[in-house]
């Protein structure tokens, strides 16, 4: 597609539960970046991958929090045992590896812990 | 934390230029400067970059102060859909560095 399209757009769980979230970035970009952000904050750094490696993932708040991409596109990010303050709109982007016009980002996936 | 300081809100007429300050008195030699914009329920937008020459491009200009402490994002005509939140950010150009967002100013453009 011509965008970052992150699945689903809305999810709602129950604390303790785990979920995943999905981020298909655009074609042919290597980098691809998490962020997390809460109401009336700025996007927070949560991981980024190069390829299919990790790295940097010195934003994910504790390890409850994972994220793969195992093929080098599409990127999970996982959260176990889901607690309320998880609640957030996560945000995923990417861009080529020379970052000349910036990050392009998808709507994000607004999740929240009931 | 963020490296740029910005005022949380400010509003502007439509049809009126709408100058955006943001202070980065620490900037270090290769961090350029890049702004983007979220609007609401969407994703963070790349508006704009430089590293110490104005640039200008369809969406907006960029004024960078000489000493680089500062910079101004213009919207020459602001219209209703620049409603938004604009984020000020340093940050060195290539390789994939990590963009560190602060809260950003909330442009209200007044009908």
């Known amino acids: 597609g011509a965008g970052v399209s992150q699945t689903p757009s809305n999810k709602v769980t129950e604390k303790g539960k785990y979920v995943e979230l999905r981020c298909d970035p655009i074609?042919?970009?290597?980098?691809l970046y998490w962020y997390r952000q809460s109401l009336g904050q700025g996007p927070e750094f949560l991981i980024y991958?190069?390829?299919?490696?990790?790295?940097?993932d010195s934003g994910l708040p504790n390890d409850r929090f994972f994220a793969v991409r195992p093929e080098g596109s599409v990127s999970t990010l996982k959260i176990q045992r889901t607690e309320r303050g998880d609640s957030a709109v996560y945000l995923c982007?990417?861009?080529?590896?020379?970052?000349?016009?910036?990050?392009?980002f998808g709507s994000g996936t607004r999740l929240t812990v009931v | 934390d963020a490296k740029t300081t910005q005022p949380p809100s400010m509003d502007c007429a439509e049809g009126r230029a709408a100058n955006l300050p943001c202070n980065h008195s620490?900037?270090?030699?290769?961090?350029?400067v890049y702004w983007y914009r979220q609007i609401h329920s969407q994703g963070p937008q790349y508006i704009i970059h430089?590293?110490?020459n104005n640039e200008t491009n369809e969406m907006a200009s960029l004024i960078i102060t000489e000493d680089r402490k500062s910079s101004t994002l213009i919207l020459p005509h602001a219209t209703l859909r620049d409603t938004a939140v604009y984020y000020c950010?340093?940050?060195?150009?290539?390789?994939?560095?990590?963009?560190?967002f602060g809260k950003g100013t909330k442009l209200t453009v007044n009908p």
């Open positions: 982007a990417s861009s080529l590896d020379y970052r000349g016009n910036g990050y392009t």
């Open positions: 991958f190069q390829g299919t490696g990790a790295a940097d």
């Open positions: 430089g590293l110490k």
């Open positions: 074609s042919g970009h290597t980098a």
């Open positions: 620490t900037i270090s030699g290769n961090e350029y």
């Open positions: 950010i340093v940050s060195p150009q290539g390789g994939s560095e990590k963009l560190v």
